[in-house]
């Protein structure tokens, strides 16, 4: 089981930058280490579903994002700290939304939520015109 706890949400105005941070923790009964999943962002937005943001490959090789995050928002990871990052900039108001941070074993369809494995319970992130 791994447990996954975000931090770092809070409220913006357009223009502005946030940096959200997710802590990974494992069951020690558990066999898969942090590095061996995907890790990925996801957002829902008041009143829609919840959508793909951006994700990382295990070793940093690969990072995805979804074209309106593109150019604004980069996704990191630190295996040594079992932690990955989203570094958000130039936000906007429809970036509103709780942001969730989930693991996948592996980036087949890595934009799709059903392949993620864990979720943690998400942060808020506001932003305000």
């Known amino acids: 089981q791994v447990q996954l706890v975000e931090s770092g949400g809070g409220s913006v105005q357009a223009g502005g930058s946030l940096s959200l941070s997710c802590a990974a923790s494992r069951s020690p009964v558990s066999g898969r280490p942090f590095s061996a999943y995907v890790m990925g962002w996801f957002r829902q937005a008041p009143e829609k579903e919840r959508e793909f943001v951006a994700a990382i490959t295990q070793s940093s090789q690969r990072t995805y994002y979804v074209d309106y995050v593109k150019g604004r928002f980069t996704i990191s990871r630190d295996n040594a700290k079992n932690m990955v990052f989203l570094q958000m900039n130039s936000l906007n108001t429809e970036d509103t939304g709780v942001y969730y941070c989930?693991?996948?074993?592996?980036?087949?369809?890595?934009?799709?939520?059903?392949?993620?494995?864990?979720w943690g319970r998400g942060a808020q992130v506001t932003v305000s015109s």
């Open positions: 989930a693991a996948a074993p592996d980036a087949y369809a890595y934009m799709d939520d059903s392949r993620y494995e864990y």
